[in-house]
């Protein structure tokens, strides 16, 4: 499985990643149960609000190899301050669109 993550930019001065990486590496939250190796493409943010660049990231991690974009807890779940994006939904939905059925989308890293 090759990964990329997409992050909030918004949330970058509040956070590194650090569970992100952890649960990955753990295999816990949303990659409990995955037995295969897990590579990580890139960490990118957002590109800012509205979040519109979003799809030109994640293309780029498609083309350096992920076959599943993942969005860090940050965007749907607002972790760690409590702030989802608004733009969430909006987001996958035109990322999905632009990659196509056949690039997994995972909503969220951890709770
Ligand atoms: S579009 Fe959403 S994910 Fe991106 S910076 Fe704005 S609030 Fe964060």
């Known amino acids: 499985m090759k990964i990329g993550i997409i ?3 918004q949330t970058e001065d509040f956070c590194p990643g650090t569970r992100d990486f952890q649960v990955i590496r753990n295999r816990e939250e949303a ?3 995955i037995k295969e190796d897990i590579e990580i493409i890139g960490f990118i943010n957002c590109g ?3 979040g519109k660049k979003s799809v030109l990231r994640a293309r780029q991690l498609v083309q ?3 076959d599943t974009i993942v ?3 940050c965007i749907q779940k607002g972790n760690p301050i409590g702030y989802p994006c ?3 939904h909006k987001m996958k939905s035109l990322i999905q669109a ?3 059925e056949n690039i997994k989308i ?3 890293t951890h709770n």
């Open 31 to 33: 990659f409990e149960g």
């Open 71 to 73: 969005f860090a807890s």
């Open 7 to 9: 992050r909030c930019m």
């Open 106 to 108: 995972i909503d969220y």
């Open 48 to 50: 800012g609000c509205p």
């Open 64 to 66: 350096k190899g992920a």
């Open 86 to 88: 608004p733009f969430a």
């Open 98 to 100: 632009d990659l196509g």
